[in-house]
């Protein structure tokens, strides 16, 4: 009995102790956002010139120091996606070396001191990758059983083998297409190996095409012959109908046709070894602190004066301390 009077005290203690630090926290939060009010009432102009002047630095860097992005949608042809990152990877070290000979003379780029970088990246299209071969599917679902979809997406084993990338050319100035996209791609375009397998590759296609169109012919004739001897009243017709020989007939002669226009678009995309499907010149990054510097250095000046006075302080505070010792 005698004790709970003496713990509903420690209670009353505790409590009027955090109650009391609570209090004194809030009281020094208030107290640091007053000095901060007199610090900059008492530096006002000294802040409001070093803002101008940085606003006015960060625009003129803005303005004469810029980067541009252009970009280069690529397909690869005739399994040549490794070829294709291991040219892009040779020109982006001779771009750091600022081998403006091999740029100008092997590459044919006109405006070499305008490259800054250059990349390529995989554009991810997992659906067209999966729908391509029924192999994918299953490599697909055998990779997610161990790990996350989405890191197995952008996995560079599998991202290598999406149909499209990206070519990103990063420039200090602007470039044009001729000076610059044109010659890159004609340097991805150097190589006998591949031009081999691409002139194998469109002549058997158009031996397909050939082939194909003379299957269809027959396919043709066949149909026609069908449709006179039921004109002539011939009732083997109901033959052919009821064994469905016919309707296989039809469908086979469908699939060809839609085979034959695939084989043309094909065609149309196997004209290069790196086929170039789209291009964007001379945008403007903005990532980083490209265009923003306009708003960066005004602060960090102020930031400089605020550190540079806390320092002024404790330095000042210091010297007295050191003053009293002696």
Not at 157 to 175: A, D, E, L, M, Q
Not at 223 to 249: C, H, P, R, S, W
Request: charged letters at 25%; a positive charge.
């Amino acid at each position: 009995m005698s004790l709970e009077p003496k713990n509903t005290d420690n209670q009353e203690i505790d409590l009027s102790q955090i109650s009391k630090k609570i209090s004194s926290l809030i009281d020094s939060f208030l107290m640091s956002i007053f000095k901060s009010i007199l610090f900059f009432k008492k530096n006002a102009i000294i802040v409001l010139i070093l803002f101008v002047l940085g606003s006015g630095l960060g625009y003129f860097m803005d303005v004469t120091i810029r980067s541009y992005i252009s970009y280069l949608t690529v397909t690869p042809n005739f399994e040549s996606t490794d070829y294709l990152y291991q040219k892009i990877r040779t020109l982006s070290s001779r771009i750091q070396e600022k081998d403006t000979e091999f740029l100008k003379n092997t590459v044919g780029i006109k405006q070499t001191a305008a490259i800054k970088s250059v990349k390529v990246e995989p554009i991810p299209d997992i659906y067209t990758f999966v729908g391509s071969k029924e192999a994918n599917l299953d490599l697909i679902k055998l990779m997610a059983e161990e790990g996350e979809l989405s890191k197995i997406i952008t996995d560079p084993i599998t991202s290598k083998n999406y149909p499209n990338h990206f070519i990103t050319i990063t420039t200090n100035v602007g470039i044009s297409k001729e000076a610059v996209l044109d010659p890159i791609m004609k340097y991805l375009e150097d190589s006998d190996y591949f031009k081999k397998i691409q002139a194998e590759t469109v002549k058997n296609l158009d031996k397909k095409i050939v082939a194909n169109d003379s299957i269809i012919s027959q396919i043709d004739l066949v149909i026609n012959t069908f449709a006179n001897k039921k004109g002539a009243g011939n009732d083997k017709m109901v033959y052919y109908n009821e064994n469905t020989q016919l309707n296989e007939i039809i469908t086979t002669k469908n699939e060809l046709v839609m085979e034959q226009a695939n084989l043309a678009i094909k065609k149309i995309n196997t004209d290069k070894i790196i086929k170039e499907n789209s291009y964007s010149v001379n945008l403007q990054e903005t990532k980083s602190v490209n265009g923003k510097q306009k708003f960066i250095f005004p602060i960090v000046f102020v930031f400089l004066f605020i550190l540079f006075k806390l320092v002024q302080s404790f330095y000042n505070s210091q010297l007295e301390k050191y003053k009293k010792l002696q």
